[in-house]
């Protein structure tokens, strides 16, 4: 296993061969990435279309702009960032997101303590069909306002540290754990009493 130091200079060799025109180096940047950002994709938009077509449109937005790409950088966080974008313009046509699980403190009278969403999985072997999983899943992230739904899923989907997310969203740090605690506090108010039993 690669580590991120040993990633991103491998990264920056196959982008100053891409900027050389060299096809091969630009194809290996696509199957590095290409599931990653389609998982991504998917999860933002619910649709394995939208999610395909984005996917592609992300990685000629990345050739097109290949001088900007900084040494150091790590460039699956750049590919986030455009990804991001993309799946932010289809947002104002369609409004559904993809949610397995989370994990969360919520406050009990002073003390702090974690409250688990059933994963999908984990709804499955309560006695959901997958197809109702799925729905129940679907309905919990889908309410989450535009704002809430990229740091929701960084963090909570693609387990992204809180200064990742940070840099591909140009926010500060602290406005991260605020979205996402308000991100989960809506989840918590609005669906942890039903899925409580579960």
Known sequence: MTSDKESTREDAGLIEDARKERPEAFRRIIE???????????R???SRQDAEDITQ?????????????????KLSNWLYTIALNLC????????????????WPVSDEG???????PSREALVDAGLEREEAERLAHSLVACLP????APFVLRYLKQM????????????MASVKVRLHRAKLL??????????GL
């Open 187 to 196: 989840l918590w108010k609005r669906f942890g009493k039903s899925l409580g």
């Open 57 to 73: 449109e992300a990685f000629l937005k990345l050739y097109q702009h290949l001088a900007r790409y900084k040494e150091g950088h």
């Open 88 to 103: 932010r313009s289809r947002f104002r046509k369609k409004k559904v997101l993809r949610f397995f699980s989370l994990d």
């Open 146 to 149: 535009d704002t809430l739904k």
């Open 32 to 42: 590095k990435y290409q599931n990653d950002i389609f998982d991504l994709c998917l």
């Open 161 to 172: 540290r809180y200064d990742e997310i940070a840099r591909v969203l140009r926010l500060s």
């Open 44 to 46: 933002m938009t619910g």
């Open 111 to 117: 003390e702090e303590r974690t409250r688990e969403f």
